[in-house]
């Protein structure tokens, strides 16, 4: 029975760990930088406009937030890095709450990770896909504003994130762009083959 997307609900936002869902159902972790388009790629994958905010300001996501899809699966909406202008105080707590998240076993059934198709990853992200690996978890690269790329640039472009990622032949790196549906089917197809 293939999973509807479409039916989507906000759970909670998750504060501490105490906080973290433990249900059992999987749970697909979306990273990336704050202004990535990390909120864009979500909603386009459920065929919502503003469901997961897209803020005007990036880096606001400062907590974990859980969507429940289908009542079979979260996506797990993990707060955006590497921009937000936010008090050394508020960092910190940032991270020890990615902290924490990351290193509870059993927890990411699926790491999805949002970069710019146009740039080489930073060292932000490249921290980020180390925190991935470390879990075990799968792990898919999303290379979101392709359509900001012109076509002779994708293919050097996407070579050159999955070398400065070091990511192996069997991860997944998805061309996408939140803005026009481009990769919007191939990665739905992969996140259910991890999730069903």
Known sequence: MSINF????????????????????????????????????????????????????PGKTTQ????????????????????????????????RLMESYFAEPGLITLGVLIVDARHAPTADDV??????KSTGCPLIV???????????????????????LELGEDVLLIPFSAEKGIGKAELLAA???YCE
């Open 6 to 57: 479409n039916r989507a609900e906000f759970i909670l936002s998750a504060v501490s760990r105490e906080k973290f869902l433990r249900d059992g159902r999987p749970q697909v972790a979306f990273a990336g930088r704050s202004n990535v388009g990390k909120s864009s790629v979500i909603n386009r994958l459920l065929g919502r406009k503003n469901f997961a905010r897209v803020g005007a300001t």
């Open 64 to 95: 974990i937030n859980y969507f429940r899809i289908d009542d079979r699966l979260y996506f797990t909406d993990l707060p955006g890095y590497g921009y937000a202008k936010v008090s050394k105080s508020e960092r910190d707590r940032w991270g």
């Open 127 to 132: 921290t980020m896909c180390g925190w991935f």
């Open 142 to 164: 999303a290379a979101n504003k392709l359509d900001k790329l012109k076509k002779s640039e994708i293919e050097p472009n996407l070579s050159r994130i999955r070398t400065v």
């Open 191 to 193: 996140i259910a083959r």
